[in-house]
């Protein structure tokens, strides 16, 4: 149980220091960690995972790193996974907040910042992918036209800008509906 959790407060302290953009950045990351390099979840639990993180209040990154450490490890997992993604995050951010105001003018500072845009939006779009085409464990995608009916009106709704509450409580009803209990 002890290796379980050392081996869970590593990858969650390396998604915290590599995880820049905030949580969908994350999300590449985090399937990399949990599903590809140490098989604690099939691709459609973290699908699922990733969905209940985004209902609940909060960063997806955090509730993500609760819920997983939690399927992991019980309790303390849960505990250990996110201190371990906080602990990165609040750790530089109480030493910049130090320096800040004085080298938030600074030129190097604005390359940085400005070379870290484009990695978060890549990073962005390899999340939104990889929920957009997962798969199965037996490689098929477990995404079926039902989903891409309630995608593409939420979408739409989104577009013709429709409350973000009336839609998620619309694309709930129509998964009961569609999916039963």
């Given at each position: 149980?002890?290796?379980?959790?050392?081996?869970?407060?590593?990858?969650?302290?390396?998604?915290g220091?590599?995880?820049?953009?905030?949580?969908?950045?994350?999300?590449?990351?985090?399937?990399?960690?949990?599903?590809?390099?140490?098989?604690?979840?099939?691709?459609?639990?973290?699908?699922?995972?990733?969905?209940?993180?985004q209902?609940?209040?909060?960063?997806?990154?955090?509730?993500?790193?609760?819920?997983?450490?939690?399927e992991?490890?019980?309790?303390w997992?849960?505990v250990?996974?996110?201190?371990?993604?906080?602990?990165?995050?609040?750790?530089?951010?109480?030493?910049l907040t130090?320096?800040?105001?004085?080298?938030?003018?600074?030129?190097?500072?604005?390359?940085?910042?400005g070379?870290?845009k484009?990695?978060?939006v890549g990073?962005?779009?390899?999340?939104?992918?990889?929920?957009?085409?997962?798969?199965?464990?037996?490689?098929?995608?477990?995404?079926?036209?039902?989903?891409?009916?309630?995608?593409?009106a939420v979408?739409?709704?989104?577009?013709?800008?429709?409350?973000?509450i009336?839609?998620?409580v619309?694309?709930?009803?129509a998964?009961?509906?569609?999916?039963?209990?």
């Amino acid at each position: 149980m002890i290796l379980v959790l050392l081996r869970l407060f590593v990858s969650y302290l390396k998604i915290g220091f590599f995880g820049f953009g905030g949580g969908y950045a994350m999300l590449s990351l985090i399937h990399s960690e949990v599903v590809e390099h140490n098989g604690w979840l099939t691709n459609a639990e973290f699908a699922d995972i990733v969905a209940v993180s985004q209902m609940t209040p909060g960063p997806i990154a955090i509730n993500s790193a609760t819920y997983i450490g939690y399927e992991v490890a019980g309790v303390w997992g849960s505990v250990v996974a996110t201190v371990a993604v906080c602990l990165p995050a609040l750790t530089i951010m109480m030493l910049l907040t130090r320096f800040f105001l004085r080298l938030h003018d600074n030129r190097y500072v604005q390359g940085v910042v400005g070379g870290m845009k484009p990695i978060v939006v890549g990073m962005i779009m390899s999340a939104a992918l990889l929920l957009i085409f997962p798969a199965s464990d037996d490689g098929r995608s477990f995404i079926d036209g039902w989903s891409w009916v309630i995608f593409a009106a939420v979408l739409g709704g989104s577009a013709r800008k429709v409350n973000p509450i009336l839609l998620i409580v619309a694309s709930g009803v129509a998964g009961v509906l569609i999916y039963g209990m």
